[in-house]
C-alpha cells in the first residue's frame, strides 16, 4: 500500500517535471527540477527492481526526449555524465585507497590527446604514409586503447609514489599533471606531436553505424540533431560500466583491501594484504576510469588544446569526490553532478536573472532604506564571474557543517552483497 | 620439529642496539611468552617476525622454511600473524569487513573473477563472510559485526584483533599484550579463550605479557629479553626464582631479596 503510494508520487512527480521542461524550454529551475527527480529516486525507499526502472525511465527515455527539444539540456547531461565519470575514478584512489591526487585530469588528457593525435590529421606530422585520420570506427578501439593507457600511466605515476603518503603524495601528482600539461604544451616541436598550445582539430567522432536503423524507423537523421544523443547514450553505457566495475571491486577483498590501506597500513599489511599491488591496481582502475572518458571528450569537443586539461580541473574532481563524500559511490556521482550542475547552469541561470532585473528597469522602493534603481546593479554583480568564489564558499561551508559529505559511505554498506541471507540479525 | 626457529637475531636503530644475538624456539602445540622491562624489545621482536622490520643480523625459519627478506603480506602467507599493542583496527570499517580483511590472503579470487564472474565472488564472498562470523562468535562478539570498529569499546577491540589475525589462518599466533587494560575477570576470559585456540585454530601462540597471573598461568615455556638481550628461558616456574630476571624487573640492592621470597 505503502509503495504504491510512492511509487504513484515518484512517477507524477517526473512526469509534471517533463511537462514543465517541456512547457517552458528555457528555464532552468523546469530542468533542475526534473534533474532533482533522481535524487528523489534514490531516497524512496522503493525496492531496487523499482529504483531502476524509474532510473532508466528518466535517463533512458525521457532524458533524450527532452534533448530533442534543446540540445543545451543534451550537452549538460554529457558534461555531467563526464564529470560523474572522473570523479568515480578519482573515487577509487582518494575516497577508498586514501592516497590524495591533485592530478588526476592528467590521465583525462592523456585519452583525450591519444584519440586526438590518431583520430585527426594530427598523426601525419610524425607518421609518414597519410594513414590519418584513422577511420571513425577506430574510436571504438581507442576506447579500449585508452582504457590500457590510462592504467599504463597510472601503474608509472603508482610505481615511484608508492612509499608516499599524504602531503608528497600529493605534491607529486601536482607536479605529474603538469609535466603531462606541459609536454602536451611543447610537444609540437622538435617533432610536431601536439600541435601545441594550437590544440588539436577536427577529430573524428565515433561512426553513426545506426543510422540506417534511424531511416528505417522513418525519421530523417541529421548528424547535427544525432551526434548529441549519440554522445548522450555513449557516456552513459560508459558510466554504467563504471559503475558496475566500481561496485564489483568494492564488494569484493579488493574493495576492502583498499579500504584496510586507507584506514591502516601497517595492519593492512600484516593481516597479508599486498599493499604494493592493491595500489598500483587503485592507480591503474581510476587512471582507466579517466582515460577512457578522455577519448569520449575528445571525439565530443572534435577541438582539444591544452587548456581544458588545468590544475583547477583537476581541483573540481577532487572537490566533487570530497562534496559528495569520499569513498561512497552514490556520493561522488551526486558531488559530480551538483558541481557542474552549479557550474554550468545554476551560476549562469541567476546570471540571466540579474541581467533581467537590470534591464527591466524597475525602481525597487524600501520602506527606511529608500529606493534601489535595479538597473544600477553593476555588470560586476554576475554570479557566473564568481564561480570559483561560490565553489570556495560552498566548500567551505560544507567542510564545517557536513565535512562527510553529501552522501558519506553508508555503515556496513559495502558488505551488502556480502551478507544476504545467511548473516540476518540476532 | 619445532615451529618456528630463530638463531642470532640482532637489530640496531642508530647506536641503539634493540636486538643482541636472539635465539628463540617455539614448538609445536605450545603457547610460549615473551617478557621483559619496558623498552627491552620484545615488540622489536614482534615487527621483525612479521616482517615490518628487517633484521640486521640472524635466521629466521618457519616449519623449516628461512623468512628472511619476506615482505609482511608474504609473511602472513605462510602463516605467522599478529596482533598490535596499540589497537591498529580499520576503524572506519565494520567488525565484520575488519575479519574479512584478515582473510585477504586465504580468499582464493583473482581480479579477472572479481570484474566478470559474479557468481564466483558471492559464492568466496558468503563463503568468507560465514566463516569471519565464527570467529567473530569465538571471541564473542556475534552481533555487533555491523558496527563501525572504532564504535567497539577497548576490550572488544582487543578480541576484535584476535579474530582478525586468526581469520587470515596463521599457524603461529602473535600476541602484543593482549590482556592490556582487561580486569581479573575479563582475563580470565582471555586466558581460556587462548588455551583453547591452541590444536584447533593455531599450531602455537606467542605473547607478549606484563600481566603475570596470564604469564604464569598459561604459558609453556617463558623468554625473558632484558635491554635486547635474552636474559632467561625455561617454565614459567623456572624462570620466576630466576636471580637475573629477578634483577632485570626489581634492580639490584637489599630488596632484591624480598621479591624472591
Redesign the interface.
Known sequence: MKNWFFNAGLAGYIGLTSLLVYSFPRSVSAFLLFEASLLLIYYAPLSRAAKLSFTAAVLIVLMPLLGTLDGYYLEVAIQIGIFVALALGLNIVVGFVGLLNLGFVAFYAIGAYLWAIFGSHQANAFLPGGYFPLGQAWFFVFLLLGIAAGALTGILLGLPVLRLRGDYLAIVTLGFAEVVRALVNNLDKPINLTNGPKGITPIQRPPLFFQPLVEFLGFKPDAAALYPLYFYFLVLILLLAIIL?TR??E????G??W??IR??E??????????VWMKL?AFAVGASFAAAVGVLFAAKQVFINPESFTFMESIGVLAMVILGGMGSIPGAILGATVVTILNLQLLKGLSLWLNGLRQSGIILSLPLLGSFDLSQIPAQFEPAKYERMVFGLIIILMMIFRPQGFLP?R??G??K???????G?? | MALLEVHGLTKRFGGLVALRDVDLIIEESNIAALIGPNGAGKTTLFNILTGLYRADQGKIRFQSRSLSGSSPDQITRAGICRTFQNIRLFGEMTVLENVLVGMHSRIPLSLSDVLFRASRLRAEERQATAKAMELLGLVGLQGSEGVWARQLSYGEQRRLEVARALASQPRLLLLDEPSAGMNPSEAQVLMSLLRNLVGTHVRSILLIEHNMRVVMGISDRVTVLDHGEKIAEGTPDEVRIDARVIEAYLGRGKWAGHAQG
Open positions: 566495475v564489483r571491486l564488494n569484493s577483498p579488493v576492502r583491501a579500504k584496510a584506514e591502516d601497517i595492519a593492512a599489511v600484516a593481516m597479508g594484504v599486498p599493499v591496481l559511505p555503515q556496513g559495502s558488505t552483497l556480502t551478507t544476504g541471507g545467511d548473516t540479525e540476532k
